[in-house]
């Protein structure tokens, strides 16, 4: 009679489920011994540890016989070497699960089992282990099984060490990073009563700067995302919502499109998410959706602060990395981002820009339609400098003709995005609490440069105007203007590599030595050093501390605006701004090391051990 076990499972949606596991039957015959040690080295009862073929295992001697496990503790790789033996029951230290020393069965009803292997003493006085010759594959197995249950419990738990625990665990066993962000995606969207949270989005940055970041450090970057979505998200489903019946009477794109405006309009999420959904259902493509959403975030003035745009982008990055799984509930946050957020027509503040932009607004059909008819470069850098003037007016009405002439919008997003990175590099350590208004126009500037690739329109256009009279609501926070580094400007002091220069970064962001930072980023740059290497560390800076979606929007923006500009001075104040954004914040290190304990533990290392002085 086959036996079974029952065992919770994490399934693709997120939710556990128990499934019977058949309990595999011991095979004698697949088992290959290794010869451990000399068995008269061990004390009654304490545990040594062992590496061997690649399997960890921690061996005891109890009762005059011999018995090996696994040395990593399931419930969170605590080394169970060293643990303790109370009649038979092994104890690991840490949280006190508690194991059958013959078998590993867990005491703890829903706890994982421990791996157990045969342990032999010959008449050579030795003992050996044996090891089943596809231990390896069935361990990374359990580990990945293990781990993908592990992190939906520290996505509800909202605990950063459950997650990083998982993840080292997962990425140690070799799982596809796709395959943690589709499922942190899927989970963060489905779980969430409210929009596309700043969880999801650092999710997608670190799916879209992997190759950006040292390998070393991608651990990291998830652990941040996947933090952030623990604490978005209260573990329950949202309510379901399906797309309208099938028939067949067809609606035209053109009525749905009314209708989905007309319901963010009266702030009706439920009917806008459901003409969302049956858009994608009827197999529309991602243009046509993207075009409906991003039409809807522009139909108000500058929704949410930018937001609204920016995530809405995020959404569909998120959703092309998943190849579009699961995208019945990846799509339906974004809505209430739309219907939800602020509109900066109901403010006083944008009372005076307004009138102006409605009046540019009745002529959208024309400038439309002379921008597709005809083609003009941009000199970016200088258009910048028009974006960055004071008096919004002007600026609007060189906007209408740049597009007039047939200036691409994309070149007009890049100059804007241009002139958010001057704003940043000059903000003004004094203003402290307004940094999120630079990091806001910087990652806005370029959503809708990715939204003009997806899904251009005239629609569309009137989020270049948006962008424009926020950049100029924006120029207070320039007085006084913060020094720039000059071009050529490095500091007092030699080094003998370039990596001495990047280890002097790093310490200068720890003492937040802002403007040190910024003369050396510009001195490595003008000596030519490797890029890459420099992007890495300015990533590390931030990934090493509590970042929150700001930081990670800014270094973003800067890094791809850096790759897309042949422009040396345009590359170079890119990189300055994230360098300020970055080194200029005030955070703890919590995820860092939580993250740092977690692949101690995954290495089989004891956190006792740990020389935080080092
Ligand atoms: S009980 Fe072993 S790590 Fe928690």
Not at 279 to 306: C, K, P
Not at 308 to 320: M, P, V
């Amino acid at each position: 009679m086959s036996q079974t076990s029952f065992e919770s499972q994490a399934t693709s949606d997120g939710t556990i489920q128990i499934a019977d596991i058949p309990i595999p039957e011991f095979d004698e015959s697949k088992l290959v011994y290794h010869q451990l040690c000399q068995a008269d080295t061990f004390d009654e009862r304490k545990g040594k540890p062992f590496h061997v073929d690649g399997t960890h295992l921690a061996v005891f001697r109890y009762g005059n016989k011999y018995y090996a496990v696994d040395n990593r503790c399931p419930h969170m790789g605590y080394p169970m070497s060293e643990g303790s033996v109370r009649d038979g029951v092994l104890i690991c230290h840490w949280h006190h699960w508690e194991f059958d020393l013959k078998t590993g069965g867990c005491f703890l009803t829903f706890g994982d089992d421990l791996k157990a292997f045969p342990v032999e003493l010959r008449d050579d006085g030795y003992l050996y282990v044996g090891i089943d010759q596809g231990e390896r594959e069935a361990a990374k197995r359990r580990v990945i099984d293990r781990g993908k249950r592990a992190l939906i419990q520290g996505l509800k738990d909202s605990s950063s060490f459950l997650i990083a625990k998982a993840i080292a665990a997962l990425t140690d066993a070799g799982a596809d990073p796709k395959e943690i962000i589709q499922q942190g995606l899927y989970y963060g969207t489905n779980k969430t009563g409210d929009g596309w949270s700043s969880g999801v989005t650092i999710l997608t940055i670190a799916a879209n700067m992997w190759d950006d970041v040292d390998p070393k450090d991608h651990n990291l970057f998830l652990v941040h995302a996947l933090t952030q979505i623990g604490r978005r998200t209260s573990g329950s489903s949202r309510r379901q919502r399906f797309p309208f019946p099938r028939s067949k009477e067809k609606h035209d794109l053109k009525t749905l499109k009314r209708w989905f405006r007309h319901y963010v309009d009266l702030r009706d999420r439920g009917a806008a998410e459901r003409i969302l959904i049956t858009l994608h259902d009827r197999g529309y493509s991602r243009e046509i959706i993207a075009d409906f959403v991003f039409t809807a975030a522009t139909d108000f003035y500058f929704t949410g602060d930018g937001h609204a745009l920016d995530f809405a982008n995020k959404t569909f990055e998120g959703l092309d990395y998943v190849d579009w799984e699961g995208a019945h509930e990846i799509l339906r946050p974004i809505v209430i981002d739309l219907v939800t957020r602020t509109r900066h027509e109901e403010t006083s503040r944008w009372a005076d820009s307004i009138p102006i932009l409605e009046d540019i607004f009745l002529r959208l059909d024309r400038i439309w339609e002379l921008n597709q008819s005809n083609q003009v470069s941009l000199d970016i850098s200088e258009f910048a400098q028009t974006m960055l003037g004071d008096s919004f007016e002007p600026i609007v009405a060189e906007i209408e003709e740049k597009l007039c002439q047939g200036v691409s919008p994309t070149d007009i997003c890049r100059a804007m995005t241009y002139a958010s990175a001057i704003r940043t590099v000059r903000f003004h350590l004094k203003n402290e609490g307004d940094w999120h208004d630079v990091a806001n126009i910087y990652s806005y500037a370029h959503s809708l440069y990715r939204a003009f690739h997806l899904a251009p329109s005239k629609e569309l256009m009137r989020g270049l105007f948006h962008g424009a009279v926020f950049l100029t609501y924006l120029r207070w926070l320039n007085m006084p203007a913060a020094r720039i580094p000059k071009p050529e400007q490095c500091l007092d002091e030699t080094f003998s590599s370039p990596e001495k220069m990047l280890d002097r970064l790093q310490e200068f962001a720890d003492f937040q030595k802002v403007f040190d930072a910024e003369i050396l980023v510009n001195q490595y740059i003008n000596e030519g050093h490797d890029i890459t290497q420099l992007k890495h560390t300015i990533a590390h800076i931030m990934l090493r501390e509590d970042a929150e979606l700001h930081m990670f929007q800014v270094l973003e923006v800067a890094f791809r605006h850096f790759d897309l500009s042949t422009n040396a001075e345009e590359k170079r104040i890119h990189l300055l701004a994230a360098t300020r954004y970055i080194t200029a914040q005030k955070l703890m290190k919590g995820i860092l090391w939580s993250t740092e304990n977690a692949e101690r533990l995954q290495r089989g290392e004891l956190l006792s051990e740990r020389e935080d002085d080092n």
